[in-house]
T-cell receptor, first 111, second 116 residues
Framework: GNSVTQMEGPVTLSEEAFLTINCTYT??????LFWYVQYPGEGLQLLLK?????DKGSNKGFEATYRKETTSFHLEKGSVQVSDSAVYFC??????????FGTGTRLKVLA | DGGITQSPKYLFRKEGQNVTLSCEQN?????MYWYRQDPGQGLRLIYY???????QKGDIAEGYSVSREKKESFPLTVTSAQKNPTAFYLC???????????????FGPGTRLTVL
């Protein structure tokens, strides 16, 4: 079946450091891939998405490229800020009504 | 503004009591979902509904029940049969953002349920 695996946290970085959060997936067909962000005590917000191979999703300085050959969708940001501290979820949508989420990666950015 | 509302934000119940969590959306979306979130386990699907008067069990439906009598409402009942109900519950709907050609999920702010 479909699955999503993302790196375990927590990830602790200094402000302005480079961020990578790894995400790999297993799926049949051609899924859409998403990154969601969750701030403390809140629901999830869509951060970025990619709907086909080689697509690059980007938003708020975050980027992720849909790599079919490596079945990956790693999240990157060149310079993190304290306000980026949150939990990040990688997710997969396979065209059915069900979505598969990773376990989440907590990011803490220190000033 | 369009969106999803969940109420209450915090809910406390005694063990053995049923409790119903509210979820309302004014996005005109057909599909709605309930997820449970526990530390270190990500989101697990409880129930989902593709359309009014229809719903399907997700991965962890035991001890929960839902109804979908109206398009905008998808309440979740946590019954006394749920062995470990203390968790953060998230409701979501599925649809297209204005001007977009793809479907995505929109989440409510969540309800934290604590069973004492």
């Amino acid at each position: 079946g479909n699955s999503v695996t993302q790196m375990e946290g927590p990830v602790t970085l200094s402000e302005e450091a480079f961020l990578t959060i790894n995400c790999t997936y297993t799926a049949t067909g051609y899924p859409s891939l998403f990154w969601y962000v969750q701030y403390p005590g809140e629901g999830l917000q869509l951060l970025l998405k990619a709907t086909k191979a080689d697509d690059k999703g980007s938003n708020k300085g975050f980027e992720a490229t849909y790599r079919k050959e490596t079945t990956s969708f790693h999240l990157e940001k060149g310079s993190v800020q304290v306000s980026d501290s949150a939990v990040y979820f990688c997710a997969l949508g396979s065209g059915t009504y069900k979505y598969i989420f990773g376990t989440g990666t907590r990011l803490k950015v220190l000033a | 503004d369009g969106g999803i509302t969940q109420s209450p934000k915090y809910l406390f119940r005694k063990e053995g009591q049923n409790v119903t969590l509210s979820c309302e959306q004014n996005l005109n979306h057909d599909a709605m979902y309930w997820y449970r979130q526990d530390p270190g386990q990500g989101l697990r699907l409880i129930y989902y509904s593709q359309i009014v008067n229809d719903f399907q069990k997700g991965d962890i439906a035991e001890g929960y029940s839902v109804s979908r009598e109206k398009k905008e409402s998808f309440p979740l009942t946590v019954t006394s049969a749920q062995k470990n109900p203390t968790a953060f519950y998230l409701c979501a709907s599925r649809g297209r953002r204005e001007g977009s050609s793809y479907n995505e999920q929109f989440f409510g702010p969540g309800t934290r349920l604590t069973v004492l």
